[in-house]
């Protein structure tokens, strides 16, 4: 046997458990919302909470998909749970609501959730100026994962509604490097946010748990003439007046159970600019940093230091490697080196193999078909295990992450191996005892092999000078081990 109960002599690749570690988190939050399309973002598993560490969500964010073509449909919305025979679920958790701009030119490939109807709109959310009906299939969205346990919600904007905007066009700014919301629309906007947290909370049923303003604010890309997706610039210091302006409007409404988020910027280092622009009011406001995974060879560890205190998300992250090993990959480093509180996939649901969690068509929105790409089975291996009110332990392999259940006295440990095939060693010394049963989930990121296939063959061996388990690994694959009756 290859997989902890033969004569193996301990040769091949050490990860070292130990205790608990510095870089511990707690799984727990995640659920963004848009404004002006109410699309839906779903994170699989909250990151741990608790005394030992940090806690967070890992999932995928359907918001493009549900905005682009109401791809709402109830056999895809069952991978959720147990409800698909011999599908396994990913545990799609935290939502993510996005709001879109639209209406400002042909350009805008997204629809109005909720919006005024003139420039002059007025904030009477009763009036003719507001539409609570368009968009259902997105409020459904919400409605869906919320019933499927989705417990944070996340409400964010791409741009500013188009009648707040320099140009009217929500695509971005003439230049893509300039501020486009107009400055005496700074607290209409603030409301308009706002406006639609009171209203989900009070109609829809929807607490939302943050709202954010912004979406890569920094970034030059937002521009009229060649942007296909909503998004606007903002100066840092047009950011610190925003955020004093939305902190008055949702005190106004009552939204007093609803943090302000900022500012999801694409890489740590332009969050890191960002939160050392901010002024001393902004930060007190902000309850949580929100930043994307887009800069993956990035210093997470600078903008984990410069948020402090603070909690993070990893908003959003995608990439286009079909085999799920760059996925696995910076869930790890982010894990280790970012400590977030939520951790979500961008494209949950695509028409190609590379970019999705699923491949479903994006524009037959009748039809339930779809594939489970090789990226569900990788991401299964995070999101399926490592669960809400778990703690992120540190761990001395580069190449692993561990979570401790301590209510079930449940070790996680999620391993990915690249290169040579090997043996991978667990040292369990740094615990009080470990008992065992051990379950383990194998893919194998190549294709042909398993498919996070279940297997009882791995134990713990207490014979030797310490605790430990190991397990063979095979080139690109990922392993899950479920290790039972520890104790710290």
């Keep these: 046997m290859k997989n902890g109960h033969d004569n193996h ?32 973002l779903l994170h699989a598993q909250q990151r741990r909470d608790g005394r030992f560490g940090y806690g967070s969500w890992l999932g995928a964010q359907y918001c493009a998909l549900l905005c682009r073509c109401q791809l709402v449909r109830s056999g895809l919305w069952d991978l959720n749970g147990d409800a698909v025979p011999g599908r396994p679920d990913t545990a799609y958790g935290p939502l993510l609501d996005r709001l879109g701009g639209c209406d400002g030119g042909d350009c805008i490939p997204l629809r109005l959730t ?6 002059q709109g007025s904030r009477n959310v009763s009036s003719s100026s507001w539409n609570w009906s368009v968009d259902a299939n997105q409020r459904m969205a919400l409605q869906l994962a919320k019933s499927r346990g989705a417990n944070k919600f996340e409400l964010f904007a791409n741009s500013p509604p188009w009648w707040m905007l320099i140009n009217k066009n929500p695509c971005g700014s003439t230049s893509g490097t300039a501020d486009n919301l107009q400055s005496w629309n700074y607290d209409d906007y603030a409301y308009f946010l706002s406006a639609i947290v009171a209203e989900a909370r009070t109609t829809w049923g929807i607490t939302f748990t943050s709202v954010e303003p912004f979406n890569e604010p920094s970034a030059s890309w937002w521009k009229a003439s060649t942007s296909t997706q909503e998004g606007c610039h903002f100066d840092v210091s047009t950011q610190n007046s925003v955020l004093a302006a939305l902190h008055t409007e949702m005190a106004a409404l009552g939204n007093t159970a609803t943090i302000i988020s900022a500012s999801d910027e694409s890489y740590y280092s332009q969050g890191v600019s960002s939160i050392s622009g901010y002024s001393s009011a902004a930060k007190s406001i902000i309850g949580r940093f929100n930043v994307h995974g887009y800069e993956t060879s990035g210093n997470r560890a600078a903008f984990r230091s410069a948020a402090g205190s603070k909690p993070i998300w990893m908003s959003e992250y995608s990439e286009s490697d079909a085999t799920g090993v760059s996925l696995a990959s910076n869930i790890i480093l982010d894990f280790k080196w970012l400590s977030p509180r939520a951790w979500i996939y961008w494209q949950g649901i695509d028409a190609t193999a590379g970019w999705g969690l699923l491949m479903a068509s994006l524009s037959d929105t009748t039809s339930n078909s779809f594939v489970l790409n090789m990226k569900h089975y990788v991401f299964a291996h995070f999101t399926r295990h490592i669960r809400q009110g778990m703690t992120i332990m540190s761990s001395s392999h580069s190449n692993s992450i561990a979570a401790y259940d301590q209510a079930n006295k449940k070790l996680v440990v999620v391993a990915m191996n690249y290169g040579t095939a090997q043996y991978y060693n667990v040292d369990l010394t740094g615990f009080a005892s470990v008992n065992g049963p051990i379950v383990r989930w194998e893919t194998n990121c190549n294709g042909g092999g398993n498919l996070y296939k279940q297997f ?10 310490y605790p430990r388990f190991w397990s063979y690994m095979n080139v690109n694959t990922i392993m899950s081990f479920e290790v039972s009756g520890v104790s710290l």
Excluded at 456 to 465: G, H
């Design 9 to 40: 002599s301990g040769d091949g690749d050490w990860i070292n458990m130990g205790r608990l570690g510095p870089v511990a988190c707690v799984v727990g939050e995640g659920v963004r919302v848009t404004h002006g399309c109410l699309g839906s």
């Design 114 to 119: 909720v919006c005024w109807a003139s420039i």
């Design 456 to 465: 009882s063959d791995t134990v713990v061996n207490n014979d030797l000078s």
